[in-house]
């Protein structure tokens, strides 16, 4: 792959001397009207925030949000902080918490981090607070940051840090469509899903801890029991009133956003009002979304949801709390500017898909091209848009439904190869080699 990767920056290298003379036939140069004038995430002000924490939660739409991050990053030259080896923590599958070591090594301080992980406070704080040692005052000299730099990092062990001030961002989902989700999509992986193929969800339900061994059950084991509240950090096991109070409470401090994913469009309108950010820099086309059979949605009987509610309390608790918060900021916002936005938001939104995808969504199994092929862990179909011919050397709409291992892939070979000064011709070879 290293071979390709240096084959690729030579013959770009050669490619840049013949077409230096004639940049509007770049083959990635955006077309049509609007295309041209600019991508989806130019036009930001110098006054737009680059610096943000999102952890992801499964089944809420978190990889849609992911995606329009990773997008962000990559057109405003942001350094994200990065699995080591794969797309996922390596611990995380056994539901250890993060842990810094897991991170990529880089040349730099990071600006954004977006993956799944145990989320474990203390051990994020204790790489936030290198951050104010790696920016330089008006005062120092080079070998001075330097030298704080490698204090931080030999106390750390990574050559990484998220600013200190740093917006965290998560999303939840009702337990109830979240659980059924779930227990679809993992029902290979995790071990209490698995137990319970044969009688199916209800009987699951109708005796969950028949199924249902807690952390012996190993690898994603907790999906199965308040799966959102274990991914934030906290014991899904304990859902006495006091501890689940004090836990949201710790939560709400630390998260300046949560988007509630039955309102999305919203929540990304909120997220960009924090991060001072465009309308357009948030467009998105859906990732990851499931195929639902010909009677569209499940229809589960109500006594269903609350069997689902009864057994995970926990998340229920949060997603209440977190739900009713959701709509205070909504309220701050105003009703009349949400109007408005959220009208241009689907005018960008309808834009783009009519611009770049053919109309009808395809089911993963048929997308030829594997670079677009969406991960699924068992026989279950996720839709998928797939590019119209006059948009396959498009950048943007490329970006909108690039799946994150391929994110993960190309961002790994920038921030590990190349210097700054390097980075127009590496964008260009990496989105010729996907």
Same mark, same amino acid.
């Given at each position: 792959m290293k071979v390709k990767i240096y084959l690729g920056m030579l013959w770009y290298c050669l490619l840049t001397l013949v077409t230096v003379k004639d940049k509007k036939n770049h083959p990635f140069q955006l077309t049509g009207a609007d295309f041209?004038?600019? @991508?989806?995430?130019?036009?930001?002000?110098?006054?737009?925030?680059?610096?943000?924490?999102? +952890?992801?939660?499964?089944?809420?739409?978190? @990889?849609? +949000?992911?995606? *329009? +991050?990773a997008r962000y990053a990559w057109e405003n030259k942001l350094f994200v902080g990065l699995p080591a080896g794969s797309i996922l923590f390596r611990s995380y599958h056994r539901g250890k918490p993060f842990s810094i070591q897991e991170l990529q090594s880089a040349s730099r301080c990071f600006n954004m981090m977006f993956?799944?992980? =145990?989320? $474990? &406070?203390?051990?994020?704080?204790?790489?936030?607070? !290198?951050?104010?040692?790696?920016?330089?005052?008006?005062?120092? /000299?080079?070998? &001075? =940051?330097?030298? &704080? *730099?490698?204090?931080?990092?030999?106390?750390?062990?990574?050559?990484?840090?998220?600013?200190?001030?740093?917006?965290?961002?998560?999303?939840l989902r009702d337990p109830a469509t979240l659980f059924r989700s779930a227990f679809k999509y993992f029902r290979d992986v995790?071990?209490?899903f698995r137990r319970a193929k044969d009688v199916g969800l209800d009987g699951f339900l109708r005796a969950?801890?028949?199924?249902?061994?807690?952390?012996?059950?190993?690898?994603?084991?907790?999906?199965? $029991?308040?799966?959102?509240?274990?991914?934030? %950090?906290?014991d899904n096991m304990n859902e006495s009133t006091e501890y689940v109070k004090r836990s949201i409470r710790l939560i709400d401090e630390t998260f300046q956003l949560v988007i509630i994913t039955e309102y999305f469009d919203i929540g990304i309108l909120l997220l960009k009002e924090i991060m001072h950010w465009t309308v357009k820099d948030v467009v998105y086309v859906t990732m990851n979304a499931r195929k639902h059979g010909a009677n569209g949605r499940s229809r589960e009987a109500p006594q269903l949801s609350q069997k689902i509610y009864n057994w995970n309390k926990a998340d229920t608790a949060l997603y209440h709390y977190f739900n009713a918060s959701f709509w205070n900021r909504v309220k701050e916002f105003g009703e009349e500017k949400l109007k408005s936005e959220l009208k241009e938001l689907q005018f960008w939104k309808r834009y783009y898909r009519e611009s770049c995808f053919e109309d009808d969504m395809i089911p993963n199994e048929r997308v030829t091209d594997e670079i677009f092929?969406?991960?699924?862990?068992?026989?279950?179909?996720?839709?998928?848009?797939?590019?119209?011919?006059?948009?396959?050397?498009?950048?943007? !709409?490329? %970006?909108?439904?690039?799946?994150?291992?391929?994110?993960?892939?190309?961002?790994?070979?920038?921030?590990?190869? =190349?210097? /700054?000064?390097?980075?127009?011709?590496?964008?260009?070879? +990496?989105?010729?080699?996907?």
């Open positions: 041209g004038q600019a @991508s989806v995430t130019s036009n930001h002000s110098a006054a737009s925030r680059r610096d943000l924490f999102l +952890l992801k939660t499964h089944k809420t739409g978190s @990889s849609t +949000l992911q995606n *329009i +991050l993956h799944h992980m =145990v989320f $474990k &406070r203390n051990e994020v704080n204790s790489f936030l607070s !290198c951050m104010s040692q790696m920016r330089p005052t008006g005062e120092d /000299n080079k070998s &001075r =940051v330097e030298m &704080r *730099i490698w204090n931080c990092v030999r106390r750390t062990k990574v050559s990484l840090a998220l600013p200190q001030d740093a917006i965290f961002v998560t999303i995790s071990l209490p969950p801890n028949a199924y249902f061994k807690g952390p012996e059950d190993g690898g994603y084991w907790w999906l199965a $029991k308040n799966g959102m509240f274990y991914d934030l %950090g906290f092929r969406m991960f699924s862990p068992n026989e279950l179909s996720i839709m998928q848009y797939q590019l119209r011919n006059s948009a396959k050397n498009n950048r943007t !709409c490329i %970006g909108m439904i690039l799946p994150e291992h391929q994110w993960w892939r190309m961002m790994s070979y920038r921030q590990r190869i =190349v210097s /700054n000064s390097d980075w127009r011709l590496l964008d260009g070879m +990496l989105w010729d080699i996907i």
